[in-house]
């Protein structure tokens, strides 16, 4: 079970911190994981290195995606 504090309050989703998860860990651009990997929602399953969702999400914040 996911920890209520990394919920978003209308339980929508993970509970961001500005475009960031709360469950990320790290620093990005340099090194970072998922604090709650075993247990993430499907949606963060879905999005796959490399797939269309994640590099789009590394050009949004700014990061190679090369």
């Given at each position: 079970?996911?920890a209520?504090?990394l919920?978003?309050?209308?339980?929508?989703?993970?509970?961001?911190?500005?475009a960031?998860?709360?469950?990320l860990?790290?620093?990005v651009?340099k090194?970072?994981?998922?604090?709650?990997?075993?247990?993430?929602?499907?949606?963060?399953?879905?999005?796959?290195?490399?797939?269309d969702?994640?590099?789009?999400?590394?050009t949004?914040?700014?990061?190679?995606?090369s």
């Amino acid at each position: 079970r996911i920890a209520l504090e990394l919920v978003a309050a209308d339980q929508s989703g993970m509970r961001c911190e500005g475009a960031r998860c709360s469950a990320l860990t790290g620093e990005v651009g340099k090194h970072t994981a998922c604090g709650i990997y075993d247990l993430r929602p499907d949606v963060c399953r879905a999005c796959m290195p490399g797939g269309d969702d994640c590099l789009m999400a590394r050009t949004e914040h700014g990061l190679s995606v090369s």
